[in-house]
C-alpha cells in the first residue's frame, strides 16, 4: 500500500506541491490527473525517493520513506518499477540490454538474462528480434513499450509508476499502450499509479482518480465521480474530453456511409473491411 | 543598501557553489576508492580517455616541445650553452609544459565530452532511471571516468613527454648539438624525482577533470543550451583549473618535498 500524507514540496520557494495526500491499495490503478505544471510527475519522484519533500510523510507498505537511509531507499525502490515520461531508455545500451538491465546488474547467468528479456519483449507486444537494436532505431511507441518491459523485469515489482507513458505518442501507439497497461492491470493485478494529463486514458484505466490543480489535490474519487463533479475548476478541464466524447458520439450516430469521402472509395472502419 | 545586498547574495551563491563542489568531489573520491567496481565501465573509461586522446595529445607534445627547443636552442647558443639544451628540456617538459600541455588538451576533449553526456543524460531522465532501477550514478557513471582518467593521464603525459624531448633532440641538430651531447643532458636530468614530479600532477588533474565535468553535467539544467553552456563552462573552468592547479602543485612540491 502506498500513502501520500499531507507532503509539500517546493523548490526555490516554488510550492510545487501544497498538502498533499492520498492512498493506494493493492491491486488499485490510481490516477494522478491536472494540467502541465500541476506537479503530478513530482509525486512519482517523491515516491521513487529522488527527491525529498518538505514536509509529509509518505508511506510505502507502512514504512515512511522520507525517513529511511539511502541503503534502505534502494530496497524500498526495487519494490517499484518505473516508465519514465518520454520512456527514458539508456541510449548507449541495445534494447535487451535496457530490458534486462536490473538482472545484468543483480549479476544473474546470461542465460536467464536472455530468456527474460525475450519474454518480457513479447510480454509487451513486441518481437525478441529487437533486443539487439539500440533504442533510437525504434519508434516512440516501441521505445515507450521497451521502458514498460523494463519496469516489469525490475526485480518483478508489486507496484508500477508511469509517467505519461502515452505523451508525444499518435493516437495509435498511445492506444496501445494505455491496452497494455489495462492488460498487465488485470492479469499481473499490479498496484500502479499513472500520472497524464489524458483525461480518456485517466477514464480508461484508473480505479481512482485523484486531480491536481497548481500543486493541490482538488478531486479524489472513482472515474464515475469525477464525471459527475460540480466544481469550476473539473469542469473547465472536463471540457476538452467531454467535446470531443460527444463528437465521437455524434459520429456514431452518423449513419453507414460517414466513411465514405465525397470523391473517393469509403474511408476504412476499425477494424473491418472498407 | 541593495548594490550590497546584490553583492552579499552573489558571494553567498559562490560560497554554495564551492561547498556543493567539495562535497561533490569527497563523493568522487570515496566512490572511486571503495568497492563496488563496474570494471567494464571501467576498462571503457581507459580506452576511451587514452586511446581517444592519443594522436591528439602525441601531435601537440612533438609540436610543442620542438617550439620550445628552438626558443631554449636560441638562447643557448648565445650564451654558449648550447649542449644544456637536453637539461632545460627535461625540466620544462617533464616537470612543466608536459604535464599542463596534456591536462589541458586532455581537458578540453573529455570534460566536454563527459559534461555532454552526461547532461544529456540528465535531461533525458536517464540519471533518475539510474537511481529508480537502484544505480549509484556516482558508482556507475563517475567513478569509472575517475579512475579512467588517473590511469590515463600519467600514461599519456609519459608518451608527450617522452615526443617533446625526442622533437627536441632533432631541433637541436639544427643548432649543432649532437644528438649524443643532447642524450647526456637528458639522462642527467631525467632523474626519478623530476620524473615524479612531473606524474603527481596528473593525478591531481585528473581529480579536477572527472570533478568539474561530472559535476557540470549532473547539475546541467535547462535542456539542449543548458546542456551547451554546462560544456563550454566545463571546458573553461577544467582549462584554468589545470593552470591553477599546475602553479598550486609546483609550490607545494618545490616547498613540501624540496624537488
Known sequence: MIEFRNVVFSIRDHVILLNVSFRVTRGQTRVILGPSGSGKSTILRLLMGLWEPDSGSILVNGEDITQASPERMRDIRRLMGIVFQQGALFDSMTVGENVGYTMLEDKHPEDEIEEAVERYLTMVGLSPDLKDRMPDELSGGMQRRVAIARALAARNPGVLLYDEPTTGLDPQSAERITDLILHLRDTMGKTSIMVTHDIADAFKVGNRITVLDRGVVVFEGTPEELNCAEDPFIEEFLEPFRKSMAAAKSREECGPNAGRSATGPPMPQPGGNP | ?259
Open chain 2, 1 to 259: 543598501m541593495e548594490a550590497l545586498a546584490a553583492v552579499g547574495n552573489r558571494l553567498r551563491r559562490v560560497l554554495e557553489v564551492v561547498q556543493d563542489v567539495t562535497l561533490f568531489c569527497a563523493s568522487v573520491l570515496r566512490s572511486a576508492f571503495f568497492p563496488p567496481y563496474y570494471k567494464h565501465e571501467i576498462v571503457e573509461q581507459i580506452f576511451f580517455s587514452m586511446i581517444g586522446s592519443l594522436f591528439i595529445v602525441m601531435f601537440s607534445a612533438l609540436v610543442a616541445g620542438q617550439a620550445l627547443a628552438i626558443q631554449l636552442a636560441r638562447e643557448l647558443a648565445k650564451q654558449g650553452a648550447k649542449s644544456e639544451l637536453g637539461h632545460f628540456m627535461v625540466i620544462s617538459s617533464v616537470r612543466a609544459l608536459g604535464p599542463v600541455l596534456t591536462g589541458i588538451v586532455v581537458a578540453s576533449r573529455m570534460s566536454a565530452g563527459i559534461t555532454a553526456e552526461l547532461g544529456t543524460m540528465r535531461s533525458s531522465n536517464q540519471i533518475d532511471a539510474l537511481v529508480a532501477f537502484g544505480t549509484d550514478p556516482m558508482k556507475r557513471l563517475v567513478a569509472p571516468r575517475m579512475i579512467g582518467l588517473w590511469i590515463a593521464l600519467p600514461v599519456l603525459t609519459i608518451l608527450g613527454d617522452t615526443l617533446s624531448v625526442v622533437g627536441g633532440g632533432f631541433i637541436g641538430l639544427g643548432y649543432h648539438v649532437t644528438l649524443q651531447s643532447y642524450y647526456n643532458g637528458v639522462a642527467r636530468y631525467l632523474t626519478p624525482a623530476n620524473l615524479l614530479v612531473g606524474m603527481i600532477k596528473p593525478v591531481f588533474f585528473a581529480i579536477l577533470i572527472t570533478t568539474v565535468a561530472c559535476w557540470k553535467g549532473l547539475t546541467a539544467e535547462g535542456g539542449a543550451k543548458g546542456v551547451g553552456v554546462a560544456t563550454t563552462e566545463s571546458v573553461v573552468i577544467s582549462s584554468v583549473g589545470i593552470l591553477v592547479t599546475d602553479f598550486i602543485c609546483t609550490k607545494l612540491i618545490f616547498r613540501v618535498l624540496g624537488w
